[in-house]
């Protein structure tokens, strides 16, 4: 079956642009992650919903980050006035069930903020 | 002090040699272990989960010391196709992925 997809899968943005990143997870998965990748590193989590509702955002890095899930399907994470350091991989994961279960990942979108 | 720290690498070795890689943990109420795999510029995916009594999968072992916070991951009889960043990952009372930072090896022909 189809797993999670991500897109675009590359993003060049200039300093101070907006960008919005899209998560498709796999269909019927409750929860839907988002960690952020730099360069030579691990995976860091951003924010985490349960269907619709966002009940963690705390790793999220300021409030120029913003992510929203209406329909408890897609995905969307939002930056604001991109910075440089905000360049990395962004990776999107989804698991059946509340909370726990496997998390499984999709290709990621690659940001560069020039 | 990182939450999840691995050994640094990168490993490179001959194909059909053991290797072995750490991990410790510095939460100590962490619930979940797991080694995720990550080829070059792909996104991670799950080896193995790791269990108090030590798990098997084929050439895989996964060994797990609560009282020391420490994991470990053995790769036998390695192959070609084993080259690839393996990270080290923990799970709390929440739903929160923690990863190391990972260890890069290189299987040789």
């Known amino acids: 079956g189809a797993g999670v997809s991500q897109s675009p899968r590359y993003k060049v943005a200039k300093r101070g642009q907006d960008v919005a990143l899209r998560c498709d997870p796999i269909s019927g998965h409750v929860s839907l992650f988002w960690y952020q990748q730099a360069l030579g590193q691990g995976p860091e989590f951003l924010t985490y919903f349960q269907n619709e509702a966002q009940l963690d955002k705390s790793g999220l890095p300021s409030d120029r980050f913003f992510a929203e899930r209406p329909e408890g399907s897609v995905s969307t994470l939002k930056i604001q006035r991109t910075q440089q350091e905000d360049s990395a991989v962004y990776l999107c994961a989804s698991s059946l069930v509340q909370g726990g279960g496997t998390q499984y990942f999709g290709p990621g979108t690659r940001l560069l903020v020039l | 002090r990182k939450e999840v720290e691995q050994d640094p690498g990168p490993f490179n070795v001959p194909e059909g040699a053991t290797v072995a890689f750490n991990c410790t943990y510095s939460?100590?109420?962490?619930?979940?272990f797991f080694w995720y795999r990550q080829d070059c510029r792909k996104e991670p995916k799950l080896l193995m989960s790791?269990?108090?009594s030590g798990n098997e999968d084929g050439r895989f072992t996964a060994q797990l010391n609560r009282a020391s916070q420490y994991i470990s991951l053995l790769i036998r009889d390695s192959k070609l196709s084993d080259s690839a960043t393996y990270l080290c990952?923990?799970?709390?009372?929440?739903?929160?992925?923690?990863f190391g930072k990972g260890t890069l090896l290189t299987v040789n022909p």
């Open positions: 990952v923990v799970r709390g009372s929440n739903y929160k992925l923690t």
């Open positions: 939460n100590s109420a962490s619930q979940s």
């Open positions: 790791v269990y108090s």
